[in-house]
């Protein structure tokens, strides 16, 4: 069992470029696969950006370019940095694993991304 604890959200200018971390509660070593989703008002939750452990990373194609997600396992920490924001960004942002069936969600950290 894996609890997630994401921060650095908040307010962003557009162009803004915060670097939420996700903090786990015991190793992340061992988990093959992490992501981030997130989900805007009205929308259902998607996939942001996901690393695995040998570092191979994917991105939907509304980020490429702009985000970029790293891990440290010796911190149990994931991060998404997220550079030139935009108003479509704004959405609340989760960490995410699966370790075997079951799915591991954080609490999320919301980023409203306005002027």
């Known amino acids: 069992q894996v609890q997630f604890v994401e921060s650095g959200g908040g307010l962003v200018q557009p162009g803004g470029s915060p670097r939420p971390p996700c903090a786990a509660s015991g190793s992340i070593s061992s988990i093959y696969v992490m992501g981030w989703y997130r989900q805007a008002p009205g929308k259902q939750r998607e996939l942001v950006a996901s690393i695995a452990n040998g570092g191979r990373t994917n991105y939907a194609d509304s980020v490429k370019g702009r985000f970029t997600i790293s891990r440290d396992n010796a911190k149990n920490t994931v991060y998404l940095q997220m550079n030139s924001l935009r108003p479509d960004d704004t959405a609340v942002y989760y960490c995410?694993?699966?370790?075997?069936?079951?799915?591991?969600w954080g609490q999320g950290t919301q980023v409203t991304v306005s002027s």
């Open positions: 995410n694993t699966a370790l075997g069936v079951r799915v591991y």
